[in-house]
């Protein structure tokens, strides 16, 4: 029998710890590094040579919304396409258990407005299998996986599990009785191989009326806010409480508009890190960032872990009017993803809807306008010499306004016409001060989620091939740790994050100088015969996952050796 299933020959080892890197061999037997080092010829089951390229750990996804997509794509891509070995699901509180059989169709509905995953895609994959927690993770672990998954519990089903929807939604503060249901829930979900929980806390607790800071791209389906949104900080606290009493599991939270204090005392209770979402490689809040930095500062010098999740990458949102939600209501109104297509054309060759169009600003917060939005393919010959051109620029070469540019070209063509516009203001300054920033985790993907505009999962990618090749922002073996041992700790991976001896083979071989990512491009393969945006990487020429090759040559090997890492690790 041989010594190992395989050896890694004569790669250069970036082993994610920040240790230099060293020219070697791995050698992988069972699932596991088993050692590190030379390695004699012969003793292997595979060889896979690899002098000139890279050997690293898989990167660690910690934000993202595969929830849905676990059930239909084994690969969670775009994540697992661009050197993601783990993902970590059930962010932003948002989830599907527990959940009682008469309101899953109403948690969908929630889906598919939060995280903006179509409902025909839903309701073709999902196997509603289930209505407690721990059910819905015995589901997961049965299909197919090439990527490992470490799930969170989101905070809104548990509240509405205890409280029921409505009462959940009204803001009314849990009585004690429920407090205890609630705490017994995560418990529960915890014994189960949950890693902590989740939450969107982004209005007023108590008062469903004020506006949230997400605003209405947060929102439940119907326009009020979600139940985590106007949780009570009390509520919080207990939560925290069960994570301190177990002494494990993490937070992750979106909750700007939360006292500082109260997260400190979250940290403090809890004795877990807490992942503080989001912050935008914006150019505009490089200031704000600024004193929030220093905050993270004087938390960890008074030993309270919170960490920020970065949008250190760059994607545009690439779009057609078949499914557009983020130029403010007005759009929604005429030309929203409720919206029939026919109703589409009419509305935006109405005279009368344009001049209301117009009155609406053209530019909304973090958000590429109209005025920035530039064409990248047409569906006519006729309308060809726009590819490339922005709408201001089409809109002065007509002599007309832009809102009448880009509904006559739309209209034109069919609602055909596919766009790009940019996702905040993100610049090489604000990238650089998140990558400076030793709080930072780098990459927010949102995997699974705005599946009809965004592809983030190629961040890591991005990462090396733009702030570490180019730009030179980040040592290769900072740029490792901060994309697998960084997160690995912050979120209670037991046995992975790094390469050493003992530790899960979760190992990525690549071409540094050949290492690349698609621009992103519309794919018509999601259940219920719906269409994503996704992004390839290149230049992975093996991609290991629990000791077994699921990519090659930066293709699918159709092996899936991805596992449910129940409490952080495999088979817990």
Known sequence: ????????????????????????????????????GRIKPGQATREIEADGLVVAPGFIDLHTHYDAQVFWDPYLTTSGWNGVTSVVVGNCGFGFAP???????????????????PMATMEASIPWD?????????????????????????VNPLLIWVMGLEDAKSGRK??????????????????AGACGWSSQTLGTPGDPTAPTAGGAAQSDFDGTPMPSDV????????????LGERGEGFIELSGATMPR?????????????????????????????????????????????????????????????????????????VAGPEVANETILKNLADPATRDRLKAEP???????????????????????????????????????????????????????????VPQFDIGLEGIKQLLDNPWVIPGLSDGGAHLKYLAAGSYATELISQYVREHSFLSLEEAHWRLSALPAFCAGFRDRGTLREGAAADIIVYDYEKLDYEFPNFRHDLPG????????????????????VTIEDDKETHTHSGKLLRGGRANA
């Not at 959940?99 to 509905?109: F, G, N, P, T, V």
């Not at 015995?138 to 998954?149: E, Q, T």
């Open 362 to 420: 053209l530019k909304v917060p973090f958000i590429g306008g109209i005025a920035q939005a530039r064409v990248v393919s047409v569906a006519k010959s006729e309308n060809e010499q726009y590819i490339g051109k922005s709408v201001t620029e089409i809109a002065e070469a007509r002599g007309v306004h832009v809102v009448d540019a880009i509904c006559d070209l739309v209209v034109s063509d069919d609602l055909k016409t596919s766009f790009q």
């Open 529 to 548: 015969d719906e269409y994503r945006v996704a992004s390839a990487g290149t230049g992975y020429r093996y991609v290991v996952v629990n000791g077994q």
């Open 261 to 333: 204090e109260h997260w400190e005392e979250l940290a403090e209770v809890s004795g877990a890190p807490i992942i503080y979402q989001a912050l935008p490689a914006s150019n505009m809040m490089i200031e704000m960032h600024k004193n929030l930095f220093e905050w993270f500062e004087a938390c960890g010098e008074k030993g309270l872990r919170i960490y920020g999740q970065g949008i250190t990458q760059n994607p545009p949102l690439l779009f057609t009017f078949d499914y557009w939600d983020l130029w403010g209501p007005v759009w929604d109104e």
């Open 130 to 154: 289930w209505e407690s927690y721990p059910e819905m993770l015995d589901s997961i672990d049965r299909v197919p996986k090439a990527v490992n998954l470490l799930p969170y519990i989101g």
């Open 174 to 191: 849990p009585t004690a009785k429920e407090t205890d249901e609630l705490k017994r829930l995560l418990n529960e979900a915890m014994d």
């Open 231 to 242: 949780m009570w900080p009390e509520t919080q606290i207990a939560l925290a409480e069960v």
């Open 99 to 117: 959940c009682k059989k008469d309101l899953q169709y109403r948690a969908m509905e929630s889906m598919t407005k939060v995280e903006a995953i």
């Open 1 to 36: 029998m041989a010594k190992f299933d395989i050896v890694i020959r004569n790669g250069m080892i970036v082993d994610g710890a920040r240790n230099p890197r060293y020219k070697g061999d791995v050698g992988i037997k069972d699932g596991k590094i088993t050692r590190m």
